[in-house]
């Protein structure tokens, strides 16, 4: 069964760094296409970025230009570098994942969220 593990939050202080990291485990081949949302208490989930097939990438406006999506084929990997960060990005973020199987079947799963706090 494939499932999708989001990592690398924690608390930073405003202009800080963070580098998300999602990866997919459990007959997967290849993650062909994956979105970052984030969640602040009390709102709605919110789109962040997406890499689409050909490395097509698009990012909201909150986070253009800070925001970096981007994938390790070999690793099974996405990532979301995260630079100047503010209180606003305060969230759990979730990666929403397509892959490809071994068995060569198409897949669409969500990850746990990861929690990222920025405060001084």
């Known amino acids: 069964q494939v499932q999708v593990v989001e990592s690398g939050g924690g608390l930073v202080q405003p202009g800080g760094s963070l580098r998300l990291s999602c990866v997919a485990f459990?007959?997967?081949?290849?993650?062909?296409?994956a979105s970052w949302y984030r969640q602040a208490p009390g709102k709605q989930r919110e789109f962040v970025a997406q890499?689409?097939?050909?490395?097509?990438?698009v990012y909201a406006d909150t986070v253009k230009g800070r925001f970096t999506i981007s994938r390790d084929s070999a690793k099974n990997t996405v990532y979301l570098q995260m630079n100047n960060l503010q209180p606003e990005d305060t969230a759990v973020y979730y990666c929403?994942?397509?892959?490809?199987?071994?068995?060569?079947?198409?897949?669409?799963?969500w990850g746990q969220g990861t929690q990222v706090t920025v405060s001084s």
């Open positions: 890499m689409s097939r050909g490395d097509n990438t």
């Open positions: 459990g007959g997967v081949y290849t993650i062909y296409a």
């Open positions: 929403n994942a397509f892959v490809t199987t071994t068995q060569f079947k198409d897949e669409n799963k």
